[in-house]
């Protein structure tokens, strides 16, 4: 691998470094297991694992695959259905939905009280929550929840949990429970298709201020956009709209009523088609958005598009954004300048990201 680290602060070279000097480490090793097994049989590595682990021109050709991070073709049209994760809170079953937009676990108030769940409600305990739509709401407590994810007999902890009033779920488990569980990688086999009493009208579930981003270039446009597994829509601000210049259909057919995290409900005022959408290592496609007023970033990938695109692969570019901060930059579809050639960086980024090194309360971009 390639490392420039001229002119960085001595931290962020380590950190760059370290980075480079792991994901060289894990690259043998796994490419040895590969030789070992025969790749193609190795059930726990995911798609996108193989494309990352096949670095070498020699492997892939010996097996018949593209070397890392080939340029893929537009995701085929899944049927989706809505991802939980079943869980035991005092022995109790119940299903809680994994939201990458929540920078918190949350409960509602309902819920605590059927499970027996001691409310913490002094000043201290509350706090205030951005939603999806601008607004904001202020949580009633919080409470240390005792939570069990069947499946993991390691899973067992207790949790600290926000408590507020209303939810289109009872329970959400937040970007750092996704992050600690490795839920869209290692542990995607522990996701279940919701029950059917959470309701079929469109939610954005969004709530708190989470703060990675995915850098993404629509019709020519550089964009910033947020891979959220808690919509059920994929969303573009009125503002994004609007500031950018992109044609808005305002027909009645395109607009969409959504229910946001405190179970009001608020209505899209149309749709964005976009011709060109050009994403990570993707070849470029089309993509519809559905138009929000104040939504509090210019777009929302939704549940269905991460789904489909495999979400490890899409929320790759969290990582990009941790690893290099404000020196990122996408320009185009591609990568104007950073520390590593593309393909040694993408899958450096991978590891950082999924691995679980560079933790946000030790990492240097805090």
Same mark, same amino acid.
């Given at each position: 691998?390639?490392?420039?680290?001229?002119?960085?602060?001595?931290?962020?070279?380590?950190?760059?470094?370290?980075?480079?000097?792991?994901?060289?480490?894990?690259?043998?090793?796994?490419?040895?297991?590969?030789?070992?097994?025969?790749?193609?049989?190795?059930?726990?590595?995911?798609?996108?694992?193989?494309?990352?682990?096949?670095?070498?021109?020699?492997?892939?050709?010996?097996?018949?695959?593209?070397?890392?991070?080939?340029?893929?073709?537009?995701?085929?049209?899944?049927?989706?259905?809505?991802?939980?994760?079943?869980?035991?809170?005092?022995?109790?079953?119940?299903?809680?939905?994994?939201?990458?937009?929540?920078?918190?676990?949350?409960?509602?108030?309902?819920?605590? *009280? =059927?499970?027996? $769940?001691?409310?913490?409600? &002094?000043?201290?305990?509350? #706090?205030?929550?951005? /939603?999806?739509?601008?607004?904001?709401?202020?949580?009633?407590?919080?409470?240390?929840?005792?939570?069990?994810?069947?499946?993991?007999?390691?899973?067992?902890?207790?949790?600290?949990?926000?408590?507020?009033?209303?939810?289109?779920?009872?329970?959400?488990?937040?970007?750092?429970?996704?992050?600690?569980?490795?839920?869209?990688?290692?542990?995607?086999?522990?996701?279940?298709?919701?029950?059917?009493?959470?309701?079929?009208?469109?939610?954005?579930?969004?709530?708190?201020?989470?703060?990675?981003?995915?850098?993404?270039?629509?019709?020519?446009?550089?964009?910033?956009?947020?891979?959220?597994?808690?919509?059920?829509?994929?969303?573009?601000?009125?503002?994004?709209?609007?500031?950018?210049?992109?044609?808005?259909?305002?027909?009645?057919?395109?607009?969409?009523?959504?229910?946001? *995290? =405190?179970?009001? $409900?608020?209505?899209?005022? &149309?749709?964005?088609?976009? #011709?060109?959408?050009? /994403?990570?290592?993707?070849?470029?496609?089309?993509?519809?958005?559905?138009?929000?007023?104040?939504?509090?970033?210019?777009?929302?990938?939704?549940?269905?598009?991460?789904?489909?695109?495999?979400?490890?692969?899409?929320?790759?570019?969290?990582?990009?954004?941790?690893?290099?901060?404000?020196?990122?930059?996408?320009?185009?579809?591609?990568?104007?300048?950073?520390?590593?050639?593309?393909?040694?960086?993408?899958?450096?980024?991978?590891?950082?990201?999924?691995?679980?090194?560079?933790?946000?309360?030790?990492?240097?971009?805090?």
């Amino acid at each position: 691998m390639r490392v420039q680290c001229l002119g960085l602060k001595p931290t962020v070279r380590e950190s760059v470094e370290y980075a480079a000097a792991t994901a060289q480490k894990l690259l043998n090793e796994l490419n040895r297991l590969v030789l070992l097994r025969m790749f193609r049989d190795v059930p726990y590595l995911t798609s996108l694992e193989q494309s990352l682990f096949m670095s070498n021109d020699a492997s892939a050709q010996a097996f018949g695959t593209q070397s890392a991070f080939p340029k893929a073709s537009q995701p085929q049209v899944m049927n989706n259905t809505r991802k939980a994760l079943r869980c035991s809170i005092g022995g109790s079953t119940c299903f809680a939905r994994p939201d990458s937009r929540s920078d918190r676990d949350i409960i509602t108030e309902t819920f605590a *009280a =059927d499970n027996g $769940i001691l409310v913490q409600r &002094g000043e201290a305990d509350k #706090s205030i929550f951005k /939603l999806g739509s601008g607004k904001l709401i202020q949580s009633v407590g919080r409470a240390l929840v005792p939570l069990r994810i069947f499946g993991d007999s390691q899973s067992t902890e207790n949790r600290w949990f926000d408590v507020i009033a209303k939810c289109p779920v009872p329970l959400i488990l937040g970007l750092d429970f996704i992050r600690k569980f490795k839920l869209f990688t290692q542990n995607k086999h522990l996701l279940v298709d919701c029950p059917y009493n959470f309701g079929n009208l469109p939610v954005l579930k969004w709530i708190g201020s989470p703060r990675e981003r995915i850098n993404f270039v629509a019709d020519g446009r550089s964009l910033v956009a947020g891979a959220d597994t808690g919509s059920d829509l994929d969303l573009m601000s009125l503002q994004c709209a609007r500031r950018r210049g992109f044609k808005i259909d305002t027909s009645e057919s395109t607009r969409n009523r959504v229910m946001l *995290a =405190d179970e009001t $409900i608020v209505e899209t005022i &149309g749709q964005v088609c976009i #011709s060109s959408v050009q /994403l990570s290592h993707f070849d470029s496609f089309e993509m519809s958005f559905h138009v929000l007023p104040g939504l509090p970033c210019d777009v929302i990938f939704g549940e269905e598009f991460l789904e489909q695109m495999d979400a490890g692969t899409v929320l790759e570019p969290w990582a990009q954004r941790i690893l290099l901060g404000s020196e990122y930059k996408v320009e185009k579809g591609g990568f104007e300048r950073g520390f590593l050639d593309t393909a040694s960086f993408n899958y450096c980024a991978y590891l950082v990201f999924f691995w679980g090194w560079g933790e946000r309360d030790h990492f240097p971009y805090n």
